[in-house]
């Protein structure tokens, strides 16, 4: 069926969004709101809106006339009769969704899709409600929905495979990525956000580095358009916190999806964000007041000579050039010399364990991430007797050519490795529990979320080998299970294959 007519129920910002895409798309649309003046105020800004991006040409002046042409809005719910779909933007409560659901039943015609644009709730639970429950689907957008080209697709277990083609074949109308999902906690997207956030809160908790300085390493080293706590004062803690509660709790608390104390705390005490001037941050005006500055770079004036010792052949040979071309001596000894600065190249672990590893100084001993480009924001980890000689020379080496550094303390694997690695294994996890297809997984992530690659595609380009060592090295040195490899990955990974692969049977 192809979708002429949709009625809207609930005219909020993420409601007017999808029937402005929809009137865009060439569909009638229905507004309708409970609240009195509620559609009629949110078409009078929708209007606005449309006027602004017409005066700056994004179209023509026949096509915004067009546009606000198909939109209805109707005082009573019974006037949705009629329309081939109904999209639900309301609050988030399970029991109010399928109040509506259950009214609406009763005035539209069997053959009419329901679809709930829910971000947490069980469109199966939605559906259970009903008679004709095989026409129930998640219709999942993300905020602002004309500019986030993603929506998830979500079939319940008994929607009907016609209607999730229907409603794909209108996401694309509406010039949106739709992806097709199971119905499962947090579905694609909040689902693999799970990482970056509870994992840079558990840096956090275990005093690894400052609210700004996590930021600063994943947002300039690792090429995440925000760090982790600007994003968390950004969506405001009233809204990300349940939702990290809900999902650890939908998924029996399974470790990878734990929330922090420190959040529940914040939340607690009305620090939730931007919106109320105070967060992980302060604010004056939506601006950041109290945002640490890097950390200045030693004045260092004669350098030891450098003995390196990498996992990985290449990680050494970037080093050992770049030594030499900072003019200064490479101690290429099997033992390092009694002086020598000894840098340490290695994933998931922390310097101590890699100083017991190659039987070297821990008071001479510094680490560096080599998982992120060496040319971008460069993160290094002393161990917990390292001097402060030996530190401040390393620090002062990697700042030359106006690099930023940020110095860490002792860490399971550097702040990166762990967030990235977080990332790309729970995507593996979601791709072994066929939730979606692997390139669905991919573009839905990466999309929703804007991370500098899907994270599938993260994983390959940095090398699934490196990343199980990440998590192989963490679960072994703590145990916790948060930490233990996908089996997708394993696989993967062992047989030196692409996280892309598909098994035959």
């Known amino acids: 069926m192809t979708i002429q007519t949709m009625a809207l129920i609930g005219t909020g910002v993420m409601g007017m969004g999808i029937a402005q895409i929809a009137a865009q798309a060439g569909v009638e649309v229905r507004l309708f709101d409970v609240k009195d003046g509620a559609a009629a105020q949110g078409l009078k800004q929708l209007k606005a809106t449309l006027e602004k991006l017409h005066a700056k040409g994004k179209f ?11 939109f209805v809005i109707v005082e009573r719910i019974e006037d949705v009769a009629g329309v ?8 988030e409560n399970l029991a109010i969704k399928q109040s509506l659901f259950t009214q609406l039943e009763s005035i539209v015609a069997p053959t009419t899709i329901l679809a709930s644009n829910t971000s947490s709730l069980s469109v199966t639970a939605i559906a259970s409600v009903l008679e004709y429950r095989e026409r129930v689907v998640g219709f999942h957008f993300f905020n ?29 109308r509406m010039g949106h990525f739709g992806v097709r999902t199971k119905d ?12 970056y956030g509870t994992e840079a809160l558990k840096a956090l908790a275990e005093g690894v580095a400052s609210v700004s300085e996590i930021d600063r390493i994943l947002r300039d080293g690792a090429g995440f358009r925000m760090g982790p706590f600007e994003l968390f004062d950004l969506t405001a803690l009233d809204v990300s916190h349940p939702v990290m509660e809900s999902i650890f709790n939908q998924y029996y608390q399974e470790d990878r999806y734990r929330p922090s104390a420190l959040t529940r705390q914040m939340l607690a005490g009305n620090k939730v964000g931007r919106k109320v001037g105070e967060g992980f941050y302060t604010y004056e005006n939506a601006v950041k007041t109290n945002e640490v500055a890097p950390q200045p770079v030693p004045h260092v004036t004669a350098f030891n000579s450098v003995w390196i010792k990498a996992d990985r052949p290449q990680d050494a040979e970037v080093l050992a050039n770049y030594i030499v071309e900072q003019g200064l001596r490479r101690d290429s000894a099997a033992v390092p010399a009694a002086d020598s600065l000894i840098l340490l190249a290695t994933y998931g672990e922390d310097t101590t364990t890699a100083a017991l590893r190659f039987s070297v100084d821990a008071a001479r001993a510094v680490s560096m991430d080599m998982l992120t480009d060496f040319n971008k924001h460069r993160t290094l980890m002393p161990s917990i007797l390292t001097s402060q000689h030996y530190i401040d020379q390393a620090h002062a080496l990697f700042a030359k050519q106006d690099h930023g550094v940020s110095v860490i303390a002792e860490s399971i694997g550097f702040i990166a490795q762990r967030v990235v690695a977080m990332v790309v294994n729970l995507a593996c996890d979601i791709a072994q529990q066929q939730i979606a297809t692997v390139a669905d997984i991919d573009q839905a992530v990466k999309l929703g ?15 699934a080998d490196r990343i199980l060592l990440i998590l192989e090295n963490i679960y072994k040195n703590t145990g916790d299970q948060r930490y233990r490899p996908s089996p997708w990955l394993q696989r993967r990974a062992r047989l030196k294959r692409s996280l892309f692969h598909i098994a035959s049977i």
């Open 84 to 91: 081939d779909l109904v999209v639900e933007a309301i609050i």
């Open 144 to 172: 602002p929905v004309p500019l986030m080209k993603i929506v998830e697709v979500i079939a319940g277990l008994v929607t009907a495979e016609s209607v999730v083609i229907d409603m794909l074949e209108l996401a694309n």
């Open 184 to 195: 499962t906690p947090g579905f694609i997207v909040n689902h693999a956000g799970r990482a």
């Open 449 to 463: 979320l804007g991370y500098p690659h899907g994270p599938i595609s993260w994983g390959d380009v940095l090398g």
């Open 60 to 70: 023509t002046e026949q096509q915004l006339a067009d546009t606000l042409d198909r």
